[in-house]
């Protein structure tokens, strides 16, 4: 009854009102998501999609809808840790190398180091050591913070709290992975070319096991594998 009575102009004010509390339809989500991810260089999470979106929005269900919707496109929807971006399809990855430029390679001690993190992680300046083999030098260290390739992590809860490192989202974004997990094992590096036929160290837990004819050594990659 009280509608009735309310004039056409108090009928729009209340509707826009209730439309402040609604969430707008999944093809607008997906487009507010897609706008989002192309303006940022880098991945968003999603409490920061959230926070951006009207309220009641759900930026998880509208990226499933927009990562299958770009399937088999020159651009993907990818996960990058717990965050989400925009990336060239692998394939097309060729199209954006410029080959004018000159990339800056790490050394032999960098790339260990780097490769026992990422396979490792999170590990202590003295277990890189005790796998390696030989002190780590803090240049070498500071080297790869500085790349932002690797980061502090917790510190581990025994004598000295000693600090751990851990790979970044950085370095997962630079090489499409969705986490350390998607790494590849050793057959994947060789198919690659990105292995010497050097021994493989026997005191490498936890790094991928090879198989009986594989005799990679899987800290000697090429250093192609981690240009700079």
């Keep these: ?5 309310m004039s056409d102009t108090q009928q729009e004010a209340l509707e826009k009102e209730k439309s402040l509390f609604e969430a707008p339809p999944m093809g607008e989500q997906e ?14 999470s999603l409490r920061e999609l959230e926070s951006r979106m009207p309220h009641g929005s759900d930026p998880a269900e509208a990226l499933q809808h927009l990562r299958k919707r770009y399937e088999g496109r020159g651009v993907r929807v990818v996960k990058v840790g717990d965050n989400w971006a925009i990336r060239t399809a692998p394939d097309l990855g060729f199209l954006m190398q410029k080959e004018t430029v000159e990339t800056r ?14 396979y490792h992680q999170p590990v202590t300046r003295a277990e890189i ?7 780590v030098s803090r240049g070498t ?4 913070i ?17 600090v751990t490192f851990v790979v970044t989202q950085g370095f997962l974004d630079h090489f499409a992975l969705e986490s350390a997990r998607d790494l590849p ?3 994947d590096l060789r198919a690659a070319g990105l292995l010497d036929n050097r021994p493989l160290p026997s005191s490498l837990p936890g790094a991928p ?3 009986e004819d594989d005799d990679m050594d899987l800290l000697e990659g090429q250093s192609e594998l981690f240009e700079d």
């Design 31 to 44: 487009r507010m998501v897609e706008a989002i991810l192309f303006a940022t260089a880098e991945p968003v």
């Design 185 to 187: 094992g050793l057959k």
């Design 209 to 211: 096991e090879p198989d």
């Design 146 to 162: 500085e790349m932002e390739w690797i980061r502090f992590g917790r510190r581990r809860m025994t004598p000295g709290r000693p």
């Design 129 to 135: 050591e005790e796998i390696r083999g030989v002190s």
């Design 141 to 144: 260290i500071d080297q790869l």
């Design 1 to 5: 009854m009280a509608d009735e009575n």
């Design 105 to 118: 390679k790490l050394s032999r001690a960098a790339i260990e180091t780097l490769a026992i993190v990422a």
